[in-house]
């Protein structure tokens, strides 16, 4: 008889036993469902007191600054990964990565406006970890002003005959209430020279810029320093550029063939063109011999030269020129490598 109450007793424990184990598992079910739900709350959110910023009037020479500030309003933790310009005149930096609950931090944006002048505008992306607005985009604008400006800002005196002159004028406007000086301009290039054109507006200067007597035939390039009482813009600088031809001009200035199949005929053209309608060629050489060529006039100041590698040529590099002879006595000789590669 004890032997049944023991076991009858030791059947109601694990009874007991098993209903609080299963009441208490349910009732964690129960708070982990809830701590769940709260997780998915525990998201970050960055909110930006403004996004965009206009800087007003700049001028050049001038870095400005603003900083946007900004605030965690979520519950999780903020990651801001990166902030990117929109260009290399732009740059940003922000305070803080890392930020809880209700902190604020700030992006930094920088601007330089290096040769911009007028309206501009550029853009910062902000990226974090914020799932609605992972990407944000911030925006700086304002109007570049020159404190001196100059009238082309790049003088191009395009082709030129030797022995002959270009003249060019340049215009050079300062801000009248600012009252700057400018105290010379000048450049490097030994072929030119300036001169000044005297005017009653003392805000505005005029300038001739004379490129005279290149002793060679080719394309040229230099700089005019235009230089000032300006504090932002102590100096401009004026890129200049152009070609001095002689009697004659030609394109290209090398033949390339490439490579050749030798089983294959290859054309190349030279187009020469008779600046000095009073000039002839006189005789035409190609080397190597397995180059042919063939003059035709496309109009009375211009021919077309027709270089051609014969097939059946021999096998290996092309190395020679085109030379052309003439009655000029500025370009009486005129030399135009030749190269290319034949393959069998």
């Given at each position: 008889m004890m032997k049944i109450i023991t076991v009858y007793l030791f059947i109601l424990q694990a009874v007991i036993i098993s209903y609080l184990y299963t009441d208490a598992f349910a009732s964690d079910s129960i708070q982990g469902g809830d701590s769940g739900a709260e997780t998915t709350t525990d998201k970050p959110k960055i909110v930006f007191e403004e996004q965009i910023y206009n800087f007003g009037k700049i001028f050049i020479g001038e870095i400005v600054e603003y900083g946007f500030k900004f605030k965690n309003e979520g519950q999780g933790e903020l990651i801001v990964s990166n902030v990117k310009s929109s260009c290399g005149c732009t740059a940003a930096l922000v305070s803080k990565s890392h930020l809880r609950k209700g902190e604020t931090g700030e992006v930094k944006v920088k601007f330089n406006p290096g040769r911009y002048v007028g309206k501009v505008s550029k853009t910062v992306m902000v990226n974090s970890n914020d799932p609605k607005d992972s990407s944000l985009k911030l925006t700086i604008a304002g109007e570049v002003i020159e404190e001196v400006s100059v009238n082309p800002k790049r003088i191009n005196f395009g082709i030129i005959r030797k022995g002959d002159s270009c003249t060019r004028n340049i215009e050079v406007k300062t801000i009248p209430e600012l009252k700057i000086e400018v105290k010379k301009v000048e450049s490097p290039n030994p072929y030119v020279s300036i001169k000044e054109e005297k005017g009653d507006d003392h805000s505005t200067h005029r300038f001739q810029?004379?490129?005279?007597?290149?002793?060679?035939?080719?394309?040229?390039?230099?700089?005019?320093?235009?230089?000032?009482?300006?504090?932002?813009?102590?100096?401009?600088?004026?890129?200049?550029?152009?070609?001095?031809?002689?009697?004659?001009?030609?394109?290209?200035?090398?033949?390339?063939?490439?490579?050749?199949?030798?089983?294959?005929?290859t054309d190349r053209t030279v187009i020469i063109n008779f600046v000095n309608k009073a000039v002839k060629i006189e005789k035409i050489e190609v080397d190597p011999k397995v180059i042919n060529y063939t003059v035709t006039e496309i109009t009375p100041t211009s021919k077309k030269i027709q270089v051609t590698v014969e097939k059946n040529s021999f096998i290996g590099e092309i190395a020679g020129s085109l030379t052309i002879y003439t009655n000029s006595a500025i370009q009486p000789v005129i030399h135009i490598p030749l190269n290319g590669e034949i393959k069998g």
């Open positions: 810029i004379t490129i005279d007597k290149y002793d060679y035939v080719g394309k040229f390039n230099g700089i005019i320093f235009v230089y000032t009482s300006s504090g932002k813009q102590e100096r401009v600088d004026v890129p200049f550029s152009g070609e001095i031809v002689g009697d004659i001009t030609f394109y290209p200035e090398m033949v390339s063939f490439g490579k050749v199949t030798k089983d294959r005929n």
